[in-house]
């Protein structure tokens, strides 16, 4: 492998948890709920998902085990937002204080043990190709369920009728209601699909890019991939794309700061959360754009008149 | 099984003095369950966390202490909240504030006397709005979510106080460790009673934000103008107000506040900076302004509550051996029961149990 493709790699491998958390929160958001925990839940399923694979030896188990409590989590905003239609943006920041404050518990006795890494799986034939085989072939299967969810959750955004339903219930909730879609029912799945990915992210966090658990390790992961949807204006593809761009710009700064660039550490070390801001400045300008693609129910609580 | 809501004709007078005190109970409700599962006799453990740290004349000094901080960010975030504009990056201003508030007392250290302190307050403010201006005029001039802004922001704040003390501010006498000097004593905010223990000037200023606000909220035009705007743009525009100067304004009072909040801790509590110097106030006192119910008022009560569960959260840790963390898992929840039972104040919540069910029927 050279030096070209272990770049790559590395990038393909931050970017990863970024692309999960952001497209679980494209589709909350689609559905109209604007979930600020991402961050919580993510750091949830780091700890639930490194304390499994690490007492079961088992990382598959502790996978599944990390995105099932990213779900059961955020089901927690859910009955708030949904149910008892309190303010969004504050609960979401709740479940983010009590994430980190939950997983720190957890996590707590196993600061500084080694993890149990999920390995790669080498897809037959396809790894072989040259150049792009080991990239994008020879992953582990976090990195390969991600890629699937971009295009499968693009395919249910435009392509089925329940996807149609989903959107028609972010852009109008009252319509949608009018017309007898189950819109806090879709919303609760939605929001619980955002869990899971969001708590895979985390697996994905402590099992593949640093198999170790380490306090508040999501290290603002969350906000980016709420950042990430803006940036995407609400589209999957364009979601990824950003993604790896982020991936590139973490990496980048690393390797800068690995080759001694005679920038201090700390504002490379910013660099990501600077380019947030900038990414997020040039896409909202636009003001006709993010008026087209946001969803018109952004954040709005939803009572049903009966 | 379901549970509905039916929206009451007014809002419950009831509730809106009583889900504050509803959802601390549901917490300490919580905290007993949480203590159980952890294997630690509840009663005991509630009572070195909140009731131990009141008992003690040093451990009320702490307490003041550390509610100063996030009484003073929860009065100018309530303003912001009220005005629909979400300033969730008041950490970054709190040390941006307290950045700018130590230039005098790092860089011109030979500057003394009784003008350094109201100098060193003046400037915290202006750096915390100054870094607070950010976000308001991404907002304006480009559309820019400020939620997301604002936090980017906080990052880069902490990671620029770690280059300050790391590099260029770092103690040119302090064996390499990543602190700035001392502050000398003109620029140390003094004690009120020093006989009786460490409570600084940094209370009473919570007191007067507190008034202040209060006092513009309730009998001054500006805050008549922060409510009708934050309920409805459009009826503000009908009444002549601008939103675009109103969202300045909640970012700068807020900033300003958050920035005074910073150079008092650091300035009473700290006395230099270093690389940490908040334990996340800026996030806490967002729970602050929602326990208080978003009433300078009530947040100055709200803040003695959220200082408690920091002396708590130390104590459990020493007392009953819990991790610190601890602290933020009643925060959390804390703000969870908080938004849950404002839910009771403009509405009714009913079970309503399916009928197909009841009779046994099939649907």
Request: a positive charge; one cysteine or more; hydrophobic letters at 55%.
């Amino acid at each position: 492998m050279d030096l070209t493709q272990a770049v790559i790699l590395t990038i393909v491998t931050a970017a990863t948890p970024l692309l999960l958390a952001a497209i679980g929160e494209l589709v909350v958001e689609r559905s109209g709920v604007l979930n600020l925990g991402v961050e919580g839940m993510i750091i949830m399923g780091a700890a639930v998902a490194f304390a499994v694979a690490k007492l079961s030896g088992n990382p598959y188990l502790g996978a599944l085990c990390g995105a099932l409590t990213g779900a059961a989590f955020s089901l927690l905003f859910g009955f708030l937002t949904l149910t008892l239609v309190t303010n969004q943006v504050a609960t979401g920041l709740s479940l983010t204080i009590l994430g980190l404050g939950l997983s720190g518990m957890i996590g707590e006795s196993f600061v500084g043990q080694a993890g149990v890494p999920l390995n790669e799986i080498a897809i037959p034939v396809l790894s072989t190709i040259p150049f792009i085989g080991p990239l994008l072939f020879n992953q582990d299967i976090i990195f390969y369920i991600s890629i699937l969810l971009i295009f499968g959750v693009s395919w249910f955004l435009f392509r089925t009728r329940a996807g149609l339903r989903l959107r028609a219930i972010g852009d109008n909730h009252h319509s949608a209601h009018a017309l007898g879609t189950p819109v806090i029912r879709t919303r609760y799945l939605a929001v619980m699909f955002g869990g899971a990915c969001a708590g895979l992210a985390g697996a994905q966090l402590c099992l593949v890019y640093t198999p170790q658990w380490v306090e508040n390790m999501s290290a603002g992961r969350g906000w980016i991939a709420l950042a990430l949807v803006v940036f995407g204006s609400w589209r999957p593809l364009r979601v990824l794309a950003g993604a790896y761009l982020f991936g590139a710009v973490t990496i980048g700064q690393l390797h800068a700061q690995a080759l001694g660039v005679a920038i201090p550490s700390q504002f490379l070390s910013a660099l990501p959360y600077l380019a947030t801001i900038v990414v997020l400045v040039l896409i909202s300008r636009n003001r006709r754009l993010t008026l087209m693609n946001t969803p018109a129910c952004l954040g709005q609580g939803f009572v049903p008149d009966r | 099984m379901r549970i509905e809501l039916e929206r009451r004709r007014q809002q419950s007078p009831l509730f809106s003095i009583f889900s504050p005190f509803l959802a601390l109970l549901l917490t300490v409700l919580a905290g007993v369950i949480i203590f159980w599962l952890l294997g630690k006799n509840p009663f005991s453990a509630l009572y070195s966390f909140f009731v131990e740290p009141l008992t003690e004349v040093w451990s009320l000094h702490e307490l003041t202490i550390k509610a100063a901080p996030l009484i003073i960010i929860a009065v100018g975030l309530s303003v912001c909240f009220r005005s629909n504009n979400w300033n969730i990056g008041a950490e970054g201003q709190f040390i941006m504030g307290a950045v700018a508030g130590s230039i005098l007392p790092v860089l011109l250290p030979s500057m003394q006397g009784y003008i350094v302190l109201p100098l060193m307050m003046l400037m915290g403010m202006l750096g915390g709005a100054a870094y607070a201006a950010i976000p308001a005029l991404l907002k304006t001039r480009f559309n820019t979510n400020e939620i997301l802004s604002s936090l980017m922001l906080v990052y880069v704040a902490q990671l620029f106080l770690d280059w300050l003390v790391r590099g260029a501010w770092r103690n040119p006498e302090g064996f390499n460790f990543p602190e700035t000097r001392e502050f000398h004593d003109y620029a140390i905010l003094p004690e009120i009673v020093p006989s009786s223990g460490p409570t600084n000037y940094g209370f009473v200023f919570a007191i007067i934000v507190t008034l202040l606000t209060w006092f513009m909220m309730r009998h001054m035009l500006k805050g008549f103008e922060v409510s009708v705007l934050g309920q409805s743009t459009r009826a503000g525009r009908f009444a002549g107000f601008s939103n675009s100067k109103m969202v300045f304004f909640a970012f700068l009072f807020s900033g300003a506040l958050a920035g005074l909040a910073g150079i008092s801790e650091v300035s009473g509590a700290i006395e230099r900076l270093q690389p940490v110097i908040s334990p996340g106030y800026g996030f806490t006192a967002i729970i602050v302004a929602f326990l208080g119910r978003l009433n300078p008022l009530g947040i100055f009560a709200a803040g003695l509550v959220l200082a408690l569960t920091y002396l708590g959260g130390e104590a459990a840790q020493i007392s009953i051996g819990l991790p610190d963390k601890i602290a933020d898992v009643f925060q959390g929840l804390l703000l969870f029961f908080v938004l849950g039972c404002d839910t009771l104040i403009n509405y009714r919540v009913k079970l309503v149990f399916d009928r197909t069910v009841k009779e046994g029927g099939v649907s």
